[in-house]
């Protein structure tokens, strides 16, 4: 059972900048791809980055540009630095883990807040 703790989010203002930290409890995240995922209130769970365990990286287009996700195989642990944030960014932010790399997250954090005031 992979532990994830998200840490990082708060408060910024518009075009501010935050990194998101999610630090595992295994090293076998390495061999995880890793994603993170947000959620506003009445929304849906939106997907916003993947990185793989090779390292590449996908993104949706509501954040390619703006966020980037990396991974250190050697903290377990992985990042999220997002940059030029807009009040619409704001959400609870979770990172997950993907055992079989087939983008069926089976663990997930408790979540961290993220606000962005305009």
């Known amino acids: 059972q992979v532990q994830l703790v998200e840490s990082g989010g708060g408060l910024v203002q518009a075009g501010g900048s935050l990194r998101l930290s999610c630090a595992a409890s295994?090293?076998?995240?390495?061999?995880?791809?890793m994603g993170w995922f947000r959620q506003a209130p009445g929304k849906e769970r939106e997907f916003l980055a993947v990185?793989?365990?090779?390292?590449?990286?996908d993104y949706s287009d509501s954040v390619k540009g703006r966020f980037t996700i990396s991974r250190d195989n050697a903290k377990i642990t992985v990042y999220l630095q997002m940059n030029s944030l807009k009040p619409e960014d704001t959400a609870v932010y979770y990172c997950?883990?993907?055992?079989?790399?087939?983008?069926?997250?089976?663990?997930w954090g408790q979540g961290t807040q993220v606000t962005v005031s305009s």
């Open positions: 990185i793989w365990s090779g390292g590449s990286t």
């Open positions: 997950a883990a993907d055992p079989t790399a087939t983008m069926k997250y089976q663990y």
């Open positions: 295994e090293r076998t995240f390495s061999r995880y791809a």
